[in-house]
């Protein structure tokens, strides 16, 4: 296999005067998609906030194919082809669907054909390009959120609970969603709590406690093990 | 493709009370100025008192519209705005006392250039020092509100000093050019030249503001900053460098706003940016922070109260304006559009 897209080296992050992350290492390989795992308020979106560069790493390395982006301003994190899917969706409510997408094709106009294929997957954005988002509905926020990461191709998305607080008819255009993404063979780091969902879409995963990674493996491995789940997760996935 | 039940088109129901409320702040200004035609006893009066209270407003808002953005943009308080209009105007004037010639001529053409220079040379000099200031005294102190204010208020200080420095502490009296002077009749009242022109040069700015805002990617930029700035990063966009972009052209426009004022008082002085400063404050806070469209109709609101009630009772003229203020936060805390922070 091919080197990691992106791997994270004990990762140090603070905020304010608590200690967050506590030493994350992570790997990501290329075009596969990436489970990051955990409990409520273990670190993992402070995990993908420190990758964008929101919050800083105090110790530890972050390569993005190779090169240390740790110290790099988010801009330029996000130029060198990062993608990010906030937790909160971190749409533009005053502006349109279409000024929020125009805005997130930072390389120049949007290419129509990847267009006709985002309103493939997400025919609700195609309806309301000229809505301001802010009228949107919760689900179809998120879709803008996840639509304004695919306009253009990314070397790296990390998308935060895409599925969060949304009805399952939602969850499951955002997870056929993924999906596609995945097979452009796209890499992705996924932070997912609905657990059928990671288990159709994840190939490795990673959990995490209390600030650290505790386990990396197949996602195969961890979600026929439901003991295993059990001692890293404190509850059995299965059960949702 | 299956499109499930919560995408289907919804927004078309909204009801009407629900349509008018983006609506409201604008329909403000009829309603006073239809207030002020019940309360003022002469047509003739109200014609005249409308237009200088849009003409005002027009200098408020040229004034206000970049502090705004600074605040919503980065949440900066600059107290020290003011200093761009004092320099501007002291800019501006100098511009058209060396111009004299040409002011006092009685040719459009030769005015209208001579104005166009001491614009140009207020703008370029404010711009200058908005980026001065910027990077001197804002950039140290980003997210800390009460160090702005003292620090911004510390560099009004120091540049109205240097006013005095340069130009001597005495006000300096300024005559409008010759095709500025007097006024039109319409409708039996007197309406000043220089007022209706203030009007149209307001209304240029906003328009132009409101199309770069609207139908530029810089414009979608610095609106979206405003709402979640930490996403335009994520995004991609250097946030601070668009930052310093707006400052530049905030100070700029306050120095347009300084030149025009100068010459609407006929007499300008080191600290008529810091008086200003009150009622552009109103205008910024009324109006709803980071809101171009809300410092716009806040500005005329504030022009137009100024004027009748100066005109009704000149005693409680500015008390007026913060009384707008009050009633204008009971009915909307954050201003007539608030801007939705994602925070
Ligand atoms: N802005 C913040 N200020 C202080 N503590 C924070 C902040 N953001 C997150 N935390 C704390 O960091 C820990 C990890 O949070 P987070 O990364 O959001 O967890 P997760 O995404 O795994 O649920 C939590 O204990 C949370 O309370
Ligand atoms: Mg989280």
Redesign the interface.
């Known amino acids: 296999m091919s080197d990691p897209i992106l791997r994270l080296e004990g990762v140090y992050t603070n905020i304010a005067q608590y200690h967050i992350l506590q030493g994350v290492d992570l790997e990501v390989p290329r075009g596969a998609v990436t489970m990051l795992l955990g409990r409520n308020g273990v670190g993992k979106t402070t995990t993908l906030r420190t990758i ?1 560069g ?1 919050w800083r790493a105090h110790q530890g390395r972050i390569l993005l194919d190779g090169e240390d982006i740790s110290r790099m ?3 330029a994190i ?2 060198a082809g990062v993608g ?1 899917v ?1 937790e ?1 969706m ?1 749409i ?4 349109t669907v279409e ?2 997408m ?3 094709a ?1 390389s120049g106009p949007i290419d129509p054909a990847r267009l006709d294929w985002v309103f ?1 997957i997400f ?2 954005l195609k ?2 390009w000229k ?1 301001e988002a ?2 949107l ?1 919760g ?2 926020k998120q879709m803008l959120s996840i639509a ?1 990461a695919m306009v253009e191709e990314r070397r790296l998305y990390l998308i935060d609970e895409p599925t969060k607080g949304l ?1 399952p ?2 969850i499951s ?1 955002m997870a056929r969603a993924l999906k596609e993404l995945k097979e452009q063979g796209a890499s992705i780091l996924l932070v997912e709590q609905n657990f059928s969902v990671a288990r159709a879409l994840g190939d490795g995963a990673n959990v995490m406690d209390d600030g650290r990674m505790i386990w990396s493996g197949q996602m195969a491995e961890l979600s026929t093990d439901a003991a295993l789940q059990e001692r890293l997760m404190g509850l059995s996935m299965e059960a949702h | 493709m299956s499109v499930a039940p919560e995408h289907a088109p919804k927004m078309a129901q909204a009801s009407f009370a629900h349509r008018l409320g983006p609506w409201m702040p604008v329909l403000l200004i009829p309603v006073l100025i239809v207030l002020g035609f019940l309360a003022i006893p002469s047509s003739t009066s109200w014609l005249t008192l409308t237009v200088s209270g849009l003409a005002m407003g027009m200098m408020i808002f040229i004034m206000a519209s970049g502090l705004t953005l600074v605040f919503g943009l980065m949440d900066v308080i600059n107290f020290g705005h003011g200093a761009f209009v004092s320099v501007g105007a002291f800019v501006g004037v100098s511009v058209l006392l060396v111009l004299g010639q040409m002011t006092s001529a009685p040719s459009l053409a030769l005015n209208l250039a001579a104005l166009m220079v001491a614009v140009f040379g207020a703008m370029a000099a404010t711009g200058l020092m908005g980026w001065a200031f910027e990077k001197v005294i804002v950039e140290p102190v980003y997210g800390h509100h009460l160090k702005q204010i003292l620090v911004t208020m510390g560099g009004l200080i120091v540049v109205e000093q240097l006013i005095i420095v340069l130009w001597g502490p005495e006000e300096i009296y300024i005559a409008r050019p010759e095709a500025l002077k007097g006024a039109v009749t319409f409708a039996g009242a007197a309406l000043e030249k220089y007022r209706l022109v203030a009007v149209a040069i307001g209304l240029v700015v906003f328009l132009a503001m409101r199309w770069v805002l609207r139908r530029t990617k810089i414009g979608l930029i610095v609106r979206a900053g405003v709402e979640n700035g930490e996403m335009v990063q994520a995004l991609g966009y250097r946030l601070r460098l668009v930052f310093v972009g707006v400052f530049i052209a905030g100070s700029a426009l306050a120095g347009l706003g300084g030149v025009m004022w100068g010459l609407y008082q006929e007499v300008i002085t080191a600290h008529m940016g810091n008086q200003a400063m009150i009622l552009i404050f109103i205008v910024v806070i009324i109006g709803g922070l980071g809101s171009v469209e809300g410092c716009f109709i806040g500005a005329l609101l504030v022009g137009l109260m100024q004027n009748y009630v100066a005109f009704l009772e000149p005693k409680v003229a500015l008390i007026s304006n913060i009384g707008l203020m009050v009633a204008i936060l009971m009915w909307r805390p954050m201003g007539m559009i608030p801007v939705v922070k994602a925070k």
């Open positions: 964008i929101h301003p988010t801009p996000a130029r990010f906030p909160e971190g533009f409510a005053d502006l000024e929020n125009i805005l997130a930072v493939s025919p609700p309806t309301f809505s802010g009228n509905s689900g179809q304004r009805a008819a939602i255009t």
